[in-house]
């Protein structure tokens, strides 16, 4: 018997085998991420680039707080940044997006914020200061670690655990939020 005839019956039944174009497959996509764990240069958070397969992280490369900001910003090429867009502004974290001045210069910000995200996991500043250096109050409820109540409210940016990794929009979206008091105030004592 010959299934030559029935095999090209089946081979031209099946998706883009019958001059159709098979669709494209999923690739993976970059990121930027930040994670509340200390940095391996002391710093009390870790900035990263994140590599992200159908929702998943399946990579991450740990960048410097400068390296973090140019690149999301714009300022130099990035892999998670490959139109040189300011991301800050993209997401409206305004404490941190460079501003046009009416003379055409850029005033490009320090962007505090990331300074203040230890603040998101510990009680007081954990890290040894100079005499005469004022040791900065955090905004956890507990000497080491965010309560529990803490955790359910940061868990809305995917961070389950304190040194989990935020990545995405839901970085900015944290990082827009910490910069309203209203929200500082209820993520340390609730409303």
């Given at each position: 018997?010959?299934?030559?005839?029935?095999?090209?019956?089946?081979?031209?039944?099946?998706?883009?085998?019958?001059?159709?174009?098979?669709?494209?497959?999923?690739?993976?996509?970059?990121?930027?991420?930040?994670?509340?764990?200390?940095?391996?240069?002391?710093?009390?958070?870790?900035?990263?680039?994140?590599?992200?397969?159908?929702?998943?992280?399946?990579?991450?490369?740990?960048?410097?707080?400068?390296?973090?900001?140019?690149?999301?910003?714009?300022?130099?090429?990035s892999k998670a940044n490959?139109?040189?867009?300011?991301?800050?502004?993209?997401?409206?974290?305004?404490?941190?997006?460079?501003?046009?001045?009416?003379?055409?210069?850029?005033?490009?910000?320090?962007?505090?914020?990331?300074?203040?995200?230890?603040?998101?996991?510990?009680?007081?500043?954990?890290?040894?200061?100079?005499?005469?250096?004022?040791?900065?109050?955090?905004?956890?409820?507990?000497?080491?670690?965010?309560?529990?109540?803490?955790?359910?409210?940061?868990?809305?940016?995917?961070?389950?655990?304190?040194?989990?990794?935020?990545?995405?929009?839901?970085?900015?979206?944290?990082?827009?939020?910490?910069?309203?008091?209203?929200?500082?105030?209820?993520?340390?004592?609730?409303?």
């Amino acid at each position: 018997m010959n299934r030559a005839p029935l095999l090209a019956l089946l081979f031209a039944a099946l998706p883009g085998t019958s001059g159709q174009a098979l669709p494209p497959s999923a690739y993976a996509t970059y990121t930027f991420g930040l994670s509340l764990a200390t940095s391996l240069n002391s710093q009390l958070m870790s900035c990263f680039v994140v590599k992200v397969f159908e929702g998943e992280v399946i990579a991450t490369e740990p960048v410097t707080r400068d390296q973090f900001l140019q690149q999301v910003r714009g300022l130099v090429p990035s892999k998670a940044n490959t139109e040189g867009r300011d991301l800050f502004a993209v997401h409206g974290v305004q404490a941190c997006q460079v501003r046009l001045e009416e003379d055409g210069s850029r005033t490009i910000p320090y962007c505090a914020v990331l300074d203040d995200l230890w603040k998101l996991r510990f009680w007081e500043y954990p890290l040894h200061v100079q005499d005469g250096q004022r040791v900065g109050k955090g905004w956890a409820e507990q000497p080491l670690n965010p309560s529990p109540r803490q955790m359910l409210l940061l868990s809305g940016y995917g961070l389950r655990h304190p040194t989990d990794l935020c990545h995405g929009e839901a970085m900015f979206r944290l990082l827009r939020d910490m910069g309203d008091p209203e929200w500082v105030d209820n993520y340390r004592k609730g409303l």
